[in-house]
């Protein structure tokens, strides 16, 4: 874990990764006491995992019944959670733990951490799975001593939540709560905790390591923005915050239309969506279409791959709600770590840097086939602006043929997502067989930095605001200048008010965020020009770290 810095000023400097400046009371959820091979064994094996059977279903019905009050990207999570607990798996180890003589809820315990050691060893996405199955095994833990769950504290005022980490369980239900803020000693990013943060517009700082050198009861003051925490603030510090928040919110709240600088330079601000639910939203929404529609969720949960019908159905119930609108779409994205049963990846020992993305779908193109024919089909019938790209591409030979592939099939626009760096060194050789490209940041930081997302010691090299990544994206824009192509930024980096005027600045023609991020980009650009844009890049490019970049581009915001 990177530790944090805390300053003469009774600072604490982590990484923010969502933006916005709260100030509030702190309060952290009890971790439940951990179980014990010494813990007293209660009854016979069968009785006591007929027990865990029971505890496995409610906790199961608790999350389905938490997903029935959410929507989108949270109720994924928890429907996926509920899945989890009622994997046979887990009984028939916990079953073995029984018979072999360890207490009830220990073999719980130890069933899951089986499982989880598993998938930390997988790494990548897989990883991230092992959060959720330790988030289970504390609930189900719990039901068996016939203690409460685990969850967020509901004190009845806006508070700023201290933990550990976020299981997805409870990231999910964040919007229903009072918390105003995140601050977290673990966690990246790419973490369940920063992306539903930035779907929700609160503000997260996370991989912080002396959260617990915190006084308790205290004041914290959060910059999701720049990662920072005052500790203790003083009245006047939290009544500058009130006052910044209010004018924030109101400028976001006045600023409408298609997005565009001060001077009138157009820069579409989209959505990022991954459900139906989504699509409602942001359709609802004042935003440009849509900026990355993942399509992964028309897979999951399936032993065999959806058809050409079933996709367009689904494809359809989104695609209407933005006709005549773009939608860019991006194409399966699967890999060894986000495995599908039905496409066989086999084992690899980095499956970070094996097959994905469009890897998969030249092992499987018939996979490819049935979902582009889908979302042509999908798109004719409502009207919507189809643009179809395609992930983890290398190489111009790699763009050159997904791109023969899909005008084949009936796209009309094709690009490719620039998320490894060789892509972005060769832009232009890319452009000469696309219309456009889209920057994935969390990808091309990743490997960029040369991280494993899940390490958290290494989370600050994530950090968009590194200079070697911006300029990484500065050729692409460069590239996309030249060849009079548009070039976009669906991370979710796009969605921090500080950043995006650098990126317009770097060449980026268009921002896709969570529909929450689109009003406080919007109303920043508006009171930029594009000169202090092009000058706010080239002071981020220059600096030597991620923090000296923020702070330079906040004095020339804060001049202008």
């Known amino acids: 874990m990177a530790t944090a810095t805390i300053t003469e000023r009774n600072q604490i400097s982590a990484l923010g990764v969502s933006a916005g400046v709260v100030c509030a009371p702190w309060l952290s959820f009890a971790v439940p006491e951990r179980t014990s091979a010494q813990d007293p064994i209660t009854g016979e094996p069968e009785s006591e995992l007929a027990r865990i059977r029971a505890a496995l279903d409610t906790v199961s019905a608790e999350l389905l019944r938490r997903a029935e009050s959410v929507d989108g990207v949270s109720a994924d999570i928890l429907t996926t959670s509920a899945a989890m607990a009622r994997d046979r798996a887990i009984v028939g180890a916990a079953q ?21 050691a598993k998938l930390d060893a997988v790494g990548g996405y897989m990883a991230e799975r092992a959060t959720d199955l330790r ?10 001593r016939g203690e409460p769950m685990p969850g967020i504290p509901n004190p ?19 919007g ?22 930035k779907s929700l517009g609160i503000p997260a700082v996370v991989n912080c390591a002396d959260t617990d050198r915190l006084i308790p009861g205290a004041v914290l003051i959060l910059d999701g923005s720049s990662g920072t925490v005052t500790i203790d ?23 409408r239309g298609p997005g565009r600088t001060r001077d009138g330079f157009a820069v579409r601000l989209a959505a990022n969506i991954g459900t139906v639910a989504d699509a409602e939203r942001a359709g609802a929404a ?38 005549g609108s773009a939608v860019v779409v991006r194409t399966l994205d699967s890999g060894s770590d986000k495995p599908l049963p039905f496409l066989d990846l086999g084992v690899e020992e980095n499956p970070a840097l094996g097959i994905r993305g469009l890897r998969v779908a030249n092992l499987y193109p018939d996979t490819l086939v049935t979902q582009l024919d889908a979302l042509v089909a999908a798109a004719d019938a409502t ?29 009309g626009k094709v690009g490719a997502m620039i998320e490894v760096p060789a892509a972005a060194l060769r832009a232009r050789d890319l452009l000469e067989h696309l219309d456009f490209l889209s920057i994935g940041t969390n990808d091309l930081s990743q490997y960029t930095c040369a991280v494993d997302r899940m390490t958290g010691s290494l989370a600050h090299l994530l950090d968009p605001w590194q200079p070697a990544v911006l300029d990484l994206i500065a050729m692409v824009g460069q590239a996309g200048a030249v060849a009079g192509k548009p070039v976009g930024v669906c991370g979710e980096s796009a969605s921090d008010p500080l950043l995006a005027p650098v990126l317009v600045g770097l060449g980026v023609s268009s921002l896709s965020m969570s529909v929450a991020a689109i009003g406080a980009v919007r109303a920043e650009l508006s009171a930029l020009d594009l000169e202090v844009c092009l000058q706010m890049a080239s002071a981020a490019r220059n600096a030597r770290t991620p923090v000296d970049g923020r702070a330079a581009v906040a004095s020339i915001r804060n001049s202008s």
């Open 383 to 411: 009207g919507a602006d189809l643009r179809v790209m395609a992930p983890m591409v290398a190489t111009a030979d790699e763009a050159a043929g997904f791109a023969e592939l899909a005008r084949s099939r009936g796209v």
């Open 233 to 255: 603030p003083s009245p006047e510090q939290c009544s500058e915050v009130a006052r910044e928040a209010s004018a924030r919110a109101a400028r976001a709240a006045t600023a």
């Open 176 to 197: 229903d709560t009072d918390v105003v803020g995140l601050l977290t000693a673990e966690g990246g990013p790419t973490s369940h905790t920063a992306i539903l943060a």
């Open 286 to 323: 004042d935003c440009e279409g849509v900026g990355l529609f993942r399509t992964e969720f028309s897979y999951l949960g399936r032993h065999d791959a959806p058809s050409v019908a079933e996709q367009t159905a689904t494809y359809r119930a989104v695609f209407e709600h933005f006709a």
């Open 96 to 116: 073995k733990n029984l018979e072999s003589g360890l207490p009830t809820a220990h073999s719980v315990t130890v069933a899951f951490d089986g499982f989880c």
């Open 135 to 144: 988030d289970l095994a504390q609930r189900v833990v719990a039901v068996l």
């Open 156 to 174: 009845g005022y806006p508070y700023i939540l201290v933990a550990r980490d976020l299981a997805p369980a409870d990231t999910a239900t964040l």
